[in-house]
């Protein structure tokens, strides 16, 4: 059976003598996906998984109360960096274990976690748990039919990706596992790599070389802003969940909710 990742994964990728502006993020997507169905202001918020914490500090500037938790000090020594001007509480703990009591989150959400463990149901069920009734979960993930991911398997076939074993899903299968730990997928969507991932596998493996490519190059402007726009126009179609690197789900906890009790 292949190797699941390990703490020491991560602490050895967040180890890595890079500055955190050299590391591709996410485009903002979290805050800006949230945004878009979300009064974010004085929100109670819990991301898990949470690295270098950008997406707290940025839903932090949208008025938001995150706790950021992370189970690699590594990692949390980078967040200490990331959200030094900002209001968010770090936290080292495992995501199937929350070590908060329940009914704790108004929003709770996880971006490129779900996908490092074969059974994603006690992870979901412990977001669930932390929720308030009609709170919402967002899980962010690798999407299935992408380039991406057959690149993705054929380095863990031959032991070369950095993380070990990982999977995917697609739209109805994240859904079917929101449904199984007590909540309501209502809203999705999916992002594509912007630079290419072509790109950035040019720029890594030139990185290695010691050659310095730009992070996000813009060679012609109009060309740019045209690819943009036809980008975000296919994202906001049916396409964009069915055909992007990655999917976003939206999912609420019901208000009949039983509470669930105390922490781990």
């Known amino acids: 059976m ?4 390990k703490r020491e994964d991560w602490d050895g990728f967040w180890k890595r003598d890079r500055e955190l502006d050299e590391i591709y993020d996410n485009d903002d997507r979290i805050a800006v996906e949230a945004r878009r169905i ?7 918020v819990l991301e898990v998984g949470a690295a270098t914490s950008r997406d707290s500090v940025s839903l932090a500037l949208l008025g938001a109360r995150p706790v950021a938790l992370d189970y690699s000090t ?8 990331a959200t030094r001007s900002s209001s968010i509480d770090l936290v080292c703990g495992d995501g199937r274990s929350l070590p908060f009591q329940g009914h704790s989150f108004d929003l709770v959400f996880h971006q490129g976690l ?3 463990f074969r059974d994603p149901r006690p992870m979901l069920r412990e977001n669930a748990r932390v929720l308030k009734p009609g709170g919402i979960l967002l899980v962010d993930v690798p999407q299935t039919f992408h380039a991406y991911t057959l690149i993705k398997k054929m380095l863990i076939l031959v032991n070369a990706w950095f993380a070990g074993w990982e999977t995917q899903f697609t739209k109805p299968e994240l859904e079917r596992l929101l449904w199984e730990a ?6 999705a969507y999916g992002r594509f790599f912007a630079p290419s991932l072509a790109y ?7 990185l290695r070389l010691g050659l310095k490519l730009p992070l996000r190059p813009v060679l012609i402007p109009p060309l740019h802003k045209l690819r943009a726009r036809a980008r975000r126009a296919v994202e906001r179609s049916l396409l964009g969940p069915r055909l992007g ?4 789900v939206f999912a609420r906890k019901p208000e009949n909710a039983d ?3 105390g922490g781990g």
């Open 38 to 44: 979300l009064d974010l202001d004085g929100m109670r």
């Open 182 to 187: 007590g909540l309501e997928p209502f809203a």
């Open 259 to 261: 509470h669930p009790g």
């Open 200 to 206: 950035r596998i040019l720029r890594e493996l030139l």
């Open 245 to 248: 690197s990655v999917i976003g």
């Open 114 to 116: 779900l996908e490092h």
């Open 2 to 5: 292949l190797r699941e990742s």
């Open 74 to 81: 590594e990692a949390l020594g980078r967040a200490k960096t």
